[in-house]
T-cell receptor, first 108, second 115 residues
Framework: GQQLNQSPQSMFIQEGEDVSMNCTSSSIFNTWLWYKQDPGEGPVLLIALYKAGELTSNGRLTAQFGITRKDSFLNISASIPSDVGIYFC????????FGAGTTVTVRA | GAVVSQHPSRVICKSGTSVKIECRSLDFQATTMFWYRQFPKQSLMLMAT?????????EQGVEKDKFLINHASLTLSTLTVTSAHPEDSSFYIC???????????FGQGTRLTVV
């Protein structure tokens, strides 16, 4: 699949802080997806975005589908310890392409 | 969301033996399933696309004779690692796409250790 540029690669955050990560691509995607993966488990879908400019929330998570269809961001508000994990963006055209992941570690 | 079940979650096998991993979509039909391999602290690497009733499509560099994929029904795909070697040890994950919007749901993953 196509390569997505996801940043940052990792982050340490204080509990209660807001977190932001993003993905960019040189190609257009029809769908952007954000996943979280806990150690030793498969990724779990957090948010799916289908239209350029779309802004969607899921609890403390908010994600947006960039207007150019080549980027997306994910925000986590008021982080808590269970937010620890690896977050992946994925873009879907005829198949799914993944970003390299953002490892989030929360300092209690 | 849709549920994808992968079995086994962990397997240890001896070098030279074969291991079969199953991926089932429990509450939807999946004409296409995907198999990924993941190394520690890295992203998911697509190995192959499994198509119901036809041959799988393998990504460049993935040996089709080593990683046999069978998609015999709309709810089951299997990955068989043949003549396993220690370098095949990895985390293998399957996914299936539900609906026309392209939402992919993942199995729990299989930790394969070849000794």
């Amino acid at each position: 699949g196509q390569q997505l540029n996801q940043s940052p690669q990792s982050m340490f955050i204080q509990e209660g802080e807001d977190v932001s990560m993003n993905c960019t691509s040189s190609s257009i995607f029809n769908t952007w997806l954000w996943y979280k993966q806990d150690p030793g488990e498969g990724p779990v879908l957090l948010i799916a975005l289908y239209k350029a400019g779309e802004l969607t929330s899921n609890g403390r998570l908010t994600a947006q589908f960039g207007i150019t269809r080549k980027d997306s961001f994910l925000n986590i508000s008021a982080s808590i310890p269970s937010d620890v994990g690896i977050y992946f963006c994925a873009g879907h055209d005829y198949k799914l392409s993944f970003g390299a992941g953002t490892t989030v570690t929360v300092r209690a | 969301g849709a549920v994808v079940s992968q079995h086994p979650s962990r397997v240890i096998c001896k070098s030279g033996t074969s291991v079969k991993i199953e991926c089932r979509s429990l509450d939807f039909q999946a004409t296409t399933m995907f198999w990924y391999r993941q190394f520690p602290k890295q992203s998911l690497m697509l190995m192959a696309t499994s198509n119901e009733g036809s041959k799988a499509t393998y990504e460049q560099g993935v040996e089709k004779d080593k990683f046999l994929i069978n998609h015999a029904s709309l709810t089951l795909s299997t990955l068989t690692v043949t003549s396993a070697h220690p370098e095949d040890s990895s985390f293998y994950i399957c996914s299936a796409v539900s609906g026309a919007k392209g939402e992919a749901f993942f199995g729990q993953g299989t930790r394969l250790t070849v000794v």
